[in-house]
């Protein structure tokens, strides 16, 4: 699928190697949604023209049946090229067909769904032991058994390594590998999720904390005239009740003590000059920690990792066109934004990100969140 302005999808499709499709079902892509996110599975959906035409018309539609490229159980790679640079959408498993054979007043139409090759890791619910393994060495022993399906992890040990010693411990896991590792990423504050590419026929497997740092993606203009970047207006708003306070006490059986446990604010890099947590402290709301059976070093981490968690309390929701912003905005990282106002301005957090691609067309909706308001830095990446 190309568009007038630089823009082309690619689709690789196959039973176990995605493949190019064939120039006859090629033509018949209609459109395709990519939904990625650091909170929840990557989708996509590819939707075809399922019209019958030429000598098999009488049989059946090309792109349906045991044959075609594209159905139930695939495994699909979405390639998005902005002018001379690739971007690898989605790389995952079609979980679902839908068929509409049409009729007088519609086209025939097959819908794919699908998710991303977490979806691996979500299939078989376990009872399994991980002696001596604390939490970072347990990601990278599940992730090794997938190695053969192209996911390459890329683990952050947290701050609060606590070796379970086997006379003390044993970690166990109840329930599927990514359900596991979702829980152990809950417990630092961490995301965990597969990231498609850099190459086709590969991903990355992610476990470790936010990224906040680094190089900005270029920046969501709006409001200066030729060199806005986004359709319509952004939409801003401020959660006050959104930050969160942990407060509790923990029984350490080493130290054989029992020691308060209490946060007064997040402590990850800020992304905002008047975090709001620290601008609200009288609305902010106080939990319970309630984790047993941690050291006191793990306990802490534990309560400050959800309070960091809950610090992201100003989002920020919009759309772009692509051909106009010349690049495919990705979750999971730093964009800036300009032409809002210095308390809107400056870096944020991409959330969420769900790309269109049609015929002649390339757009996105994305929501971004941050800690608060005013900008940080004086410019942004253009």
Same mark, same amino acid.
């Given at each position: ?18 493949v ?9 892509? &209609? %459109? ?5 996110? !650091? ?5 996509? $959906?590819?939707? +075809?023209? #399922? *019209? &019958? %035409? ?5 049989? !059946? ?5 045991? $044959?075609?490229? +594209?159905? #139930? *159980? ?52 376990v ?12 990601v ?69 904390p ?19 970047t986004v ?5 801003f ?6 930050p ?40 902010l ?7 047993s ?30 051909s ?6 990705r ?7 300009r ?8 870096l ?10 049609d ?10 969140s ?12 253009v």
């Open positions: 699928m190309t568009a007038d302005l630089g823009v082309h999808l690619t689709v690789l499709a196959g039973p176990t190697v995605p190019p499709l064939p120039p006859g079902v090629a033509t018949r892509l &209609r %459109s395709v949604t990519v939904t990625e996110s !650091d909170a929840a599975r990557s989708a996509f $959906t590819v939707t +075809l023209d #399922a *019209g &019958r %035409s030429g000598p098999t018309a009488a049989f !059946d539609s090309p792109v349906v049946g045991p $044959t075609a490229p +594209l159905g #139930a *159980g695939s495994r699909v790679v979405l390639v998005l090229t902005i002018g001379v640079v690739p971007h690898v959408l989605a790389d995952g498993i079609v979980t679902e067909a839908e068929l509409t054979p049409g009729g007088a007043d519609a086209a025939a139409e097959l819908r794919l769904t699908g998710q991303d090759l977490s979806l691996l890791l979500d299939r078989q619910e009872s399994a032991e991980h002696p001596a393994l604390e939490d970072s060495l347990q990278l022993a599940i992730a090794a058994r997938y190695a053969p399906h192209g996911l390459v992890p890329a683990v952050v040990p947290p701050a609060d390594l606590d070796p379970p010693l086997p006379i003390e411990r044993t970690p166990t896991q109840q329930g599927t590998d990514w359900e596991h590792l979702r829980l152990l990423a809950a417990r630092h504050g961490y995301v965990t999720y597969v990231s498609p590419g850099p190459v086709p026929g590969t991903s990355v497997l992610y476990w470790g936010p990224v906040r740092e680094g190089l900005p993606q270029p920046a969501l203009s709006t409001g200066l005239g030729p060199q806005t359709t319509g207006a952004l939409r708003r401020e959660d006050i009740l959104a969160e306070l942990q407060e509790g006490r923990v029984t350490d059986a080493r130290l054989g003590t029992t020691l308060p446990v209490r946060t007064v604010g997040a402590l990850r890099v800020p992304l905002s000059a008047v975090p709001t947590w620290a601008g609200h402290q009288a609305d709301r106080v939990r319970q920690f309630r984790d059976g941690v050291g006191a070093a793990t306990a802490f981490a534990r309560a400050q990792a959800a309070t960091d968690r809950s610090a992201d309390s100003v989002t920020c929701d919009g759309s772009l066109d692509g106009v912003y010349g690049d495919v905005l979750p999971r990282g730093l964009v800036g934004v032409g809002a106002g210095w308390s809107h301005d400056g944020w957090y991409v959330r969420q990100v769900v790309h269109r691609v015929r002649g067309s390339y757009a996105a909706d994305f929501s971004l941050r800690d608060g308001l005013g900008a940080t830095v004086p410019v942004v990446r």
